[in-house]
């Protein structure tokens, strides 16, 4: 009966070992996660001949702030800004390998930002970075995040992607490189994501 017993549990452990191991998905066996780093630059263009931004719906004026007294004692207004809550911007936006205009193109973001906030520079962001050159020519990553411009670096979610970064995840570091809200300017990216195997 003893054996019995022990024989049922170690047949048990066995199937149960089994079912876990190929119940298991591929992409996230240990070690098989390949972390990796792109870094290009966006450029932001609302003006000129070939703007690659607009903004297609003006939200509403800000809601006027208090003065405030600064440290000496002299009251001081908020500064206006030239954008406003509820504004929406669409951007066809080139991805190059560097901050020259006339650098490489590798692709090219698009999408939209909505101002979400009544004061300062915080924009819910939805963004695809289309890839027409190099490694991941034809591919693209989804980027989803909050975006505060008044901070000095950024982070969004990379949420997926096509073709070769079908099932990625990640995270996107973004940070002004020349670039003013109403002319727009150049943005470093850096792109941390896990690729499944190949």
Sequence with gaps: MGSSISWVLLVSSALLAATAYIGRDAGHAAGSLATTHLH????DVYD???????LVVTGRAPLSLPPTVNA???????????RRFGDIAVMNNALTE??????????????FTVRVAEQ???????????FQAGEYKGSSLSVKGRVDTDTGVRESVII????????????????????????GGVVEIDVYVQLPPV
Excluded at 98 to 111: D, F, L, V
Excluded at 164 to 183: E, H, I, K, P, V
């Design 72 to 82: 000496a004692g002299e009251t001081t207004s908020p500064s206006p800004s030239s």
């Design 48 to 54: 000129g001949p070939f703007p690659t931004a607009a």
């Design 120 to 130: 300062g520079a915080v924009n819910d962001l939805s963004l695809y970075l289309v």
């Design 98 to 111: 560097g901050p020259e205009r006339g650098s490489a193109r590798i692709g090219t973001a698009q999408g």
């Design 160 to 183: 997926g992607g096509t073709g070769r970064f079908r099932f990625t995840r990640g995270y996107a570091l973004s940070r002004s490189y020349d670039y003013d809200l109403a002319n």
């Design 40 to 43: 290009f630059y966006m450029h």
